[in-house]
């Protein structure tokens, strides 16, 4: 771990959805330190709110009531303009659904983000080519991502996420379409990508949970997904 301002600091974050039959308390007076350069594992059960944490790490929700900050910067209560640019600066992200770019090839996914931040063409797909070949997908450079499995969409995902070499990685179900075999590959790639960086990552096998320095268990408090009680291991 590095000195310096905490990667992740949050404290009494609340965000509450409103549902048809009543309103669903995803997270309740949350409390989470991340440590610059640790790799931390989220688990607890579907619902429990692991994902909106880290939407609202990544300011792309908003909560009820807490602070938030990431790398020493305040999330809560800044512009959509402040918070894309704070996500150019500190975060990489692999959503559990991809959001890739389906008429771009997979090398022009990977390398799109450093292309937006400035970085040549060129160099940004060498990065790419490298980033691929470590994930295992090399041999689909050129395809586009219709044509993939979603265990290779899932892969191409996480070179994107890596590409622009930012310090805060945040992985949402990011391996949840491989098998084990598959996903244990992935996490020996993670590791190696890992080095220097935070990662905050749910994770839903134990098998994997070796290459983690942390892990945090949601554990219920009330019938109504309020969750807020969390174990560290």
Do not use: Y
Not at 13 to 36: I, Q, Y
Not at 157 to 178: N, V, W
Request: one cysteine or more.
């Amino acid at each position: 771990m590095n000195d310096g301002p905490a990667a992740l600091a949050m404290r009494g974050v609340r965000k509450t959805f409103e549902a048809e039959n009543a309103p669903v308390r995803a997270l309740r007076g949350v409390d989470l330190a991340v440590a610059s350069g640790e790799f931390v594992a989220l688990m607890g059960p579907s619902g429990c709110g692991k994902s909106t944490l880290l939407n609202l790490v990544a300011g792309l929700d908003t909560a009820d009531e807490g602070d938030i900050s990431v790398a020493g910067e305040q999330v809560t209560g800044r512009s959509e303009d402040d918070l894309a640019r704070l996500r150019r600066r500190h975060i990489g992200l692999v959503f559990q659904f991809f959001n890739l770019l389906e008429g771009m090839t997979v090398l022009e996914n990977v390398a799109l983000p450093a292309v937006i931040a400035g970085r040549r063409r060129k160099m940004a797909e060498t990065r790419a080519r490298d980033l691929l070949d470590l994930l295992g997908i090399s041999d689909k450079a050129s395809a586009v991502p219709g044509v993939l499995s979603g265990g290779q969409r899932q892969r191409l995902a996480i070179a994107r996420a890596f590409l622009r070499q930012a310090p805060i990685i945040l992985l949402d179900e990011a391996t949840s379409a491989l098998d084990t075999d598959a996903e244990q590959s992935i996490q020996a790639a993670l590791a190696r990508l890992v080095q220097g960086r935070t990662v905050i990552a749910i994770a839903h096998r134990l098998s994997t949970l070796n290459s983690f320095d942390r892990i945090v268990v949601w554990l219920p408090v009330t019938p109504l997904h309020a969750w807020s009680n969390m174990w560290t291991a």
